[in-house]
């Protein structure tokens, strides 16, 4: 069975770092690409980036490109995402999505989401 | 960007309607569009892919339609554990949701 495990999420003030951390088991990890996803409260569902099974290419949101980082340690089945210079907007549930095959393919597992918090 | 819109927004249905919920897209995305199936304060869980492509395990009264801009789910004989927001996703190029159709009780 796929699991996926964020963590990291809490109070941060606006212009601050956060680091999210998204432990998964069930599956051959770097088979797969991973993705964030956000849920700001009340609203919709946002893509954030993306990340290939074997690391190196990344993808991210208009949103968050030059403030957000991806990245995966395969060898931990861990994906990460570095959040710097963060604004009220992106108060947000963050989910942690399997990618059910490449980059651009619909995420079929998902964490049960970390709540970041920006706010002074 | 692809753009998604959603429509319509809410919906009110009693169990056993007949529900169609609407997507399109602002370009062509071929057939890469997936639903899914959210419940307050649960992760979104995925009902179709590749447009009319039913996950495993998601009851046949979900189904798929359409391909280029016009895309619908159906779920035939609403029963009470649908009633949730449903989000359609393109996948052609990068990701991009729609807002979201809650269906609630009539």
């Known amino acids: 069975e796929v699991q996926l495990l964020e963590s990291g999420g809490g109070l941060v003030q606006p212009g601050g770092s956060l680091r999210l951390s998204c432990a998964a088991s069930g599956f051959t990890f770097s088979n797969y690409a991973m993705s964030w996803v956000r849920q700001a409260p009340g609203k919709g569902l946002e893509w954030v980036s993306a990340?290939?099974?074997?690391?190196?290419?990344?993808n991210y949101a208009d949103s968050v490109k030059g403030r957000f980082t991806i990245s995966r340690d395969n060898s931990k089945n861990t994906v990460y995402l570095q959040m710097n210079s963060l604004r009220a907007e992106d108060t947000a549930i963050y989910y942690c999505?399997?990618?059910?095959?490449?980059?651009?393919?619909?995420?079929?597992?998902w964490g049960q989401g970390a709540l970041v918090t920006v706010s002074s | 960007d692809i753009q998604m819109t959603q429509s319509p927004s809410t919906l009110s249905a009693s169990v056993g309607d007949r529900v169609t919920i609407t997507c399109r897209a602002s370009?062509?995305?071929?057939?890469?569009l997936a639903w899914y199936q959210q419940k307050p304060g649960k992760a979104p869980k995925l009902l179709i892919y590749?447009?009319?492509s039913l996950e495993s395990g998601v009851p046949s009264r979900f189904s798929g339609s359409g391909s280029g801009t016009e895309f619908t789910l159906t779920i035939t004989s609403l029963q009470p554990d649908d009633f949730a927001t449903y989000y359609c996703l393109q996948y052609n190029s990068y990701s991009t949701f729609g807002q979201g159709t809650k269906v609630e009780i009539k």
């Open positions: 990340i290939r099974g074997r690391g190196g290419s990344t």
């Open positions: 590749k447009a009319s």
């Open positions: 999505a399997k990618v059910s095959s490449d980059f651009w393919d619909p995420f079929d597992s």
């Open positions: 370009q062509s995305i071929s057939s890469w």
